[in-house]
Structure formats: C-alpha cells, structure tokens
C-alpha cells in the first residue's frame, strides 16, 4: 500500500506540472498521428509487393504496429524519464535524496518522473491494435485477451529491468547517455516482428534489448501464434530479469558516492 501510494503522489505531481502546458498534449498528438500514418504508410508499400511478411499478414502487422505504439508510449511515459533523471542525478551528486528517503530507493528512483502527454502514442496503438483486430476478424475469448494482457505486463516489466541494468551503469561510468540513445535505436525495430528478422538480431532483440518480448509476443498471443509453453518460458525470464535487477542496483548504489560523501 506505501508503494502504491508513493507512484500515486508522483503521478498526481507529475501530472499537475503537465497540465501547465495543455498546448504540448496537441504537438504531441499531431506527432503521434503522423507517426502512426508513417507506418501505415510503409505497410502499404511491402504489401503492395507482397500478401506476407515471413508469415505475417497485413492485419496482423497492424496489429504489431499498434502494441509498439502502445508500449513506446508507455516508455515515454514512465520509464524513460525515470531512467533519465536517475543518471542526471547520479552525475550532479544529488542521488543522495533517494538514498535517504525511508523508502525503497529503487521504487522511488523508478516513479520519480512521468510525461503524461507521451500516452497519446499509447492511445493512438490501442485504436491500431483495434482496426487489425477487426481486419483479422479474430474471435478472441477470455482466455486470449489474458494472455495478452499478462503479456503486455510482462513485456513492459522487461523493458524496465533491462533499461535500468545499464542505466546503473551510472554509478560506476559517467557517460551512460548513449546507452540510453543505443536502446532508443533499437526499439524501433519493434515496429515489425521479430521473427523478419536474422537469428542473431532475433536474440538481442529478445534477451539485450527485450522489444521482442514486449511488441511481438503481445502481438502473437491475438493472433494466434502463441503457445502456452513461450509464455511460461517468458514468465522465467521475467523473474530472473527482476532478480538480477535488484542484484545490480544494490550493488551500485553502494558504490554512490555524491554531495554528502
């Protein structure tokens, strides 16, 4: 209950300070838009060429490009400012207003710093994943869409632990911000599946950079692709990525020296 109530106070001032500026939920809509008609448009073009990609059909594929807006949204949203002020604050010495709070100093690190404006992106997925779902005509019963949500969540999860691995990177190096532009990269090869892909990218995009786990496996679990063993091998993942996580933070955070050391 402490927990949810710290994201709740966040959320609710980070929200107040965004709502400063309404004209910026209106740029980043129209930026949303036009990144979503970018990828319609690129869709139109491989299937004017071709019915499949590697399998995947065209509503199938709208379907793809709506679980990565959607998460994309959700890492703009939360995970990225996060990760972003955390090495802000490692590298000017103020870190030490976490490490003192009496709280969990990974959970406040984590919920510190949300965009709220970023969810159009999400808003903008959900409408795709909607249209594909109705272009795949898939009859889906309760038992899909919670996999899919369970997927979404765990997928979401996974990005989370393995951009804050090397975020942490931080209390030991100082320049980590590319990094952060290298994962930034890679995501937008979650706009298509990761199976289209050679075996070698497949892997990183899977286990380095888990875009696979959170863009494709969602998309899979709607459109029929998925088996109940991938999501119990995924569910493995999950734990042990939050595992090792919580090991790397531990550690560097003992390694923090700042302004009061």
């Known amino acids: 209950m402490n927990t949810l109530r710290l994201i709740w106070l966040h959320l609710r001032v980070n929200v107040m300070n965004e709502f400063q500026y309404r004209a910026n939920l209106v740029i980043q809509l129209i930026q949303s838009m036009l990144a979503a008609g970018t990828g319609l448009v690129a869709l139109s073009l491989i299937f004017d060429r071709t019915p499949t990609l590697n399998g995947w059909t065209r509503p199938e594929l709208l379907v793809v490009m709506g679980v990565y807006m959607f998460v994309g949204g959700v890492i703009g949203f939360a995970i990225q400012p996060a990760m972003n002020r955390i090495m802000s604050d490692v590298e000017h010495g103020t870190f030490d207003y976490v490490l003192t709070k009496p709280v969990d100093s990974q959970v406040l690190a984590s919920v510190r710093e949300f965009r709220l404006w970023e969810l159009t992106d999400s808003m903008v997925g959900v409408g795709v994943i909607v249209w594909g779902l109705t272009e795949v005509g898939a009859q889906l019963g309760p038992g899909e869409w919670a996999s899919f949500v369970l997927a979404m ?9 393995l951009w804050l691995i090397p975020t942490c990177g931080a209390f030991w190096f100082t320049r980590m911000r590319d990094i952060q532009d290298l994962y930034t990269g890679f995501y937008r090869a979650g706009q298509y599946p990761i199976t289209v892909y050679p075996r070698w990218l497949r892997l990183t ?25 991938r999501l119990f091998a995924m569910s493995g993942f999950i734990v042990a990525a939050l595992a090792v996580t919580r090991l790397v933070w531990r550690v560097g955070t003992r390694r923090y020296s700042g302004a009061s050391a």
Do not use: E
């Not at 969540?153 to 632990?161: D, E, H, M, R, W």
């Not at 995009?205 to 063993?229: D, N, R």
């Open 153 to 161: 969540v765990a997928g979401t999860i996974a990005l989370y632990c």
């Open 205 to 229: 995009l899977t286990y380095l950079v888990p875009i696979g786990l959170a863009v494709t496996v969602p998309s899979q679990t709607v459109t029929g692709q998925m088996t109940a063993t």
